[in-house]
């Protein structure tokens, strides 16, 4: 199928929303919901199913793989995507966006020792994939290799984000009294709201790789989001802030419970900020709030355990495998396995088993995060963080789910052991230098901890170190381990991608404390 026959068959599907006055709808044929049963396709079945409907078979795979492998390849791959992704905001109690994007392609990676060279067409015949494969075969220069006889397909993946009813089935007048619901519970709640703006997305995916090693793996990826912002006016003044969530979920996920939970942090969030104080200046301990306070770990430490960064030799753990760089009771994993979680995954985009990967074992750095060209240089097997924005891009090692199990110590007791110090509850965004580690990260919401005791709100709050060092001050770790379920997406070499972390609530020996206003480099978008 070409790109004017599909774009056809879309626009064709768009359907009214009569409720809401816009268009809004799914373009594209259905995507089917995934079977949850653990069977081996049995050696006659199709071997290329979803897929098929837009004209791609094995005969068009393979010949894709061939002319990828003409000119001496060590790999070859190919990487189908369909994507339809669905959007609404709704502002003053009205909605006034809403927008269907849709994303259906395939790229070809030909590797050839460390080098690798990447074309993609939106064009799905038989013609256009030969020449994106010969575009990415240039890489190479030797003799062809030879292709799969057959491919073949495993046996049925992890179901960690099976849902009921996939988001092309869920009508707008389905979506918009979720919307409705929280505008109107956040003005119920407190009459200081002067505004509500809330955001909602659901996208429906499916990828398949074809590799030339014979593999043939598909899955269904289903994601969702939900972001309320609030601004707020007390005697003249005004303060904004927000809260999200999001994974790969159904409809469902959105019960009464999770709406409650995003109405009041929400606005607890951002009427304490009237009661907030300027935060001390200075070297002090501080406690990270379980949950979200794992972007400071996803960041300014991390990414740094990413291979291709240590097989460059620019991460300063490129030399640490083996050794201690942090406490013994710290202990660091990467997992694509949270069931529902959005940084999870059931294979990754070369199509290897994604599972959880132990980064920090007892206060040792154990291994780093692979895909198949690092792990090839290091002599190990993949971890499955082979990870890529989309089929225009290639993979690279990505985090997934990135967090700090729990530790020996009591929420209760991490706090009483500060004398004078701050806790961070929520980070806005920060700048991180990945090679060396060093950060800077502004504090949204936290308070005072004086003589071991939470005290006043702060806001607007600079914390400035570095990665590894911090890692090496932490010297007490809760039990409370918490994954935050916000809306987080990692940005590394222009490619994005959807990400989960957590921590339990941590304490850290020592942390340069900014104080109000803060550096202007604070004020940078964070990138993951």
Known sequence: MNRRQFIEMGASSVALASASGFLLGCAGQALEKPTTAAVVPSADAPRVSYFSRFGVDEGMIRDALGVALSRGADHADLFFQHR??????????????AYTRVELGVGVRVVRGDQTGYAYTEELTRE????????????????????????????????RYAIDVPWDGVKPEQKLPILDGVNAAIFKMDGRIKKVNVSFMDEAGVILIADSQGRLVEDFQPMTSLYVSCVAEQGGRKETNGYNVAGRRGIDFYSPETIGRVVREAVSRTTVLFDAVPAPAGEMPVVLAAGSSGILLHEAIGHGMEADFNRKGTSIYADKIGKPIAQPFVNIVDDAAQPFARGAINVDDEGNPAGTTTLVDRGVLATYMHDSISAKHYGLKPTGNGRRQSYQHPPMPRMRATYMLPGPHEHDEIVASVKRGIYCQSFS???????????????????????????????????????????????????DLVIDEGGWTCGKDVQSVPVSQGIPTVRV????????????????????
């Open 509 to 528: 020996s020592s942390i340069t404390v900014g104080g109000q206003g803060g550096s202007p480099a604070a004020k940078a978008k964070a990138k993951g």
């Open 128 to 159: 256009s994939i030969k020449r994106a494969a010969q575009t990415a075969a240039a890489v190479a220069d030797g003799p062809a290799r030879p292709v799969p006889t057959a491919l073949a397909v495993g046996a049925a993946l992890p179901q």
């Open 84 to 97: 339809v992704l669905n959007a609404l905001q709704l502002e003053d109690g009205e909605v006034n966006r």
């Open 429 to 479: 965004n920060g700048q991180v230098n990945i090679g060396a580690g060093d950060f800077t990260f502004f504090v949204k919401n936290g308070f005072l901890i004086e003589d071991g005791k939470l005290g006043r709100p702060i806001k607007d709050v600079n914390i400035i170190g570095n990665g590894p060092r911090v890692l090496e001050r932490i010297d007490m770790v809760g039990k």
